[in-house]
């Protein structure tokens, strides 16, 4: 949510910020803006909606400013609530990534003392404490350390002075790395957003400033008050083009990739994987954890670990952690799903964690996260950029990993590897376009309805989850996901004639249980889709043969349900990559 890019160098600033927010795109947003110095003034550029593919700037060639992309919380979606957001006397802009949790408190603080707002936004509190600061400190940096100090909640700011023409950050939370290649220095709450310039980052943790000046950098500690020498390293996963390529768009894009990155996400051998299986193997639980998609992974992680493992797994929401808190003990091992490894709810369950001695292990997507950082050990998915606000490959990869964990568990590492390679394979037949009229007729059937309900069961509850979920994000219809056996505790009484019912059926030991489920909705008016292996039955009005697999029918399975939502999406007209009012990486509680 929300995204923060930087730049001082020796090229055209605004061009290099309005392509760097671009990058960011992803991230979600409603408004944007971009503020240089020009002849020792402040110029800024600020509007709602998407970022144009080119724009006319209100400045002119300069090499030093600071832009951001705006995800609303407080104050509606206005262009004066757009950052970044000017001083007073309009000699620095201040853009924030995250909530200021005391804002009504400090506002109130500052409005006693005569302060004027002029936004609804709570950054504009940060920029007056700045002013305050400022008449008792010596200098703009110490003011901004003073007022940061008392912000509650996870924020990361980024200042650009007009006087000194340098710009100033500090991260508590909300992601933000630094590039660097020679005297060019770039700022950005994702390195891919300055991936085409360089590839040598300096990670920057929380609790401290990025100060850039003159074309250098220095990086201080504002909890021990000392400055840190931190050289730049480079990050070779940064090798990374973000090209559509032939596809309309990113989502289908990364649909029809997932036939490698499966297979990219479960390179590591037998010998990476067993220090963490010793682990493993010595532990008395294990919990996963995870919001939105990566908590479907960590729910279907879990199930792979308890069936497949034969350990005692738990999957927790990660916003819903407290409540487990006391029973989680050292002796334990929680596992953390996150595809930006910055999600939030997840951040703040693993520092409470990692405090009282917790091992934590994570399965993330982003090289140099703080998820990374906190972990005792780390995987990556290695499933490449995902532009797509909507997860897809992302999620394939991670439980396509939470398998190949589950059966190196129980000496079966090969067997692993040969069904992935197995799906993989699959997966290449399965895209076709046979497969994708079908779906697109599909589609079309279901552009008129507004009420649907997914069900599944053993294997494939999650994956009902996390299909309804993935349809609702760029539709924007209501699905609803849930397990087979609570249809007759009261999901049937919201079955009329023509309610679409997709039914996913494996041929495994809840079949039977799933026809008789898809029978009892029929029954009732409901048009049928069956989803998975071929069944000889008439209970269905749509059938959608998925990729042959064995133990990986989650995989197939799921892959129908987000090209439905593709198809879906498009029929309605609605913005695929960048469905309204969603975040990909959700960085705010």
Known sequence: MCGIFGYMGKSNAPYIIHQGLKRLEYRGYDSWGISTIEKGNIVTTKDTGHIPESIKLKTNPTTVGIGHTRWATHGGVTITNAHPHYSTDRSFVLAQNGIVENYTELKAYLEKLGYIFDTQVDTEVIVKLVEHELKTTKTLREALIKAFKQLEGRNTVILLDSKSGQILAIRNGSPLILGVKEKDIYLASDP????????????????EMIEIKDGKYKLFDIKKDKYINRKPREEKLL??????????????????????????????????????????????????????????????????????????????KSYETESYLENISPNDTVIAIS?????????????????????????????????????????????????????????????????????????????????????????????????????????????????????????????????????????????????????????????????????????????????????????????TIGIGDKQDTDCFDYFIEVAKSNDLKAISNVIPFQLISYYLAKELGNNIDKPRNLAKSVTVK
């Open 192 to 207: 891919l957003a300055f991936n085409q310039y360089c590839r040598d980052i300096v990670e920057i943790n929380n609790g």
């Open 239 to 316: 090798e990374i083009d973000i090209d559509k390529e032939k596809y309309e768009h990113y989502m289908i894009k990364e649909i029809v990739e997932q036939q490698h990155t499966i297979l990219k996400a479960t390179e590591y051998t037998q010998k990476q994987l067993q220090p963490f299986i010793k682990r493993l193997k010595e532990t008395e639980n294990i919990y996963t954890i995870g919001a939105g998609t990566a908590g479907f992974s960590a729910d279907q992680i879990a199930y792979y670990l308890r069936k497949i493992g034969k350990k005692n797994a738990i999957s927790i």
């Open 339 to 527: 595809q930006s490894g910055e999600t939030a709810d997840t951040l703040e369950a693993v520092e409470i964690l990692k405090e009282r001695g917790v091992y934590i292990a994570s399965i993330i997507n982003m090289p140099g996260s703080t998820l990374s950082r906190l972990s005792n050990s780390y995987f990556m998915s290695n499933a490449g950029s995902e532009i797509c606000v909507a997860s897809t490959k992302v999620f394939t990869s991670q439980i396509s990993f939470g398998y190949l964990l589950s059966k190196t568990l129980v000496g079966e590492y090969t067997d692993a590897k040969r069904e992935l390679r197995t799906i993989s394979n699959n997966l290449e037949d399965f895209f076709s376009k046979k497969t994708f009229k079908q779906i697109e007729n599909i589609s079309k059937v279901l552009k008129e309805k507004e009420h649907f309900f997914v069900l599944g069961k053993g294997q494939n509850f999650h994956i009902a989850q996390e299909g309804a979920l993935k349809i609702k994000e760029i539709s924007y219809k209501h699905f609803e996901g849930f397990a087979a056996g609570e249809l007759k505790h009261g999901v049937i009484a919201l079955i009329e004639e023509g309610t679409p019912v997709l039914s996913i059926v494996s041929n495994d030991k809840n079949v039977k249980d799933l026809i008789s489920a898809t029978q009892e909705v029929k029954a009732r008016g409901a048009l």
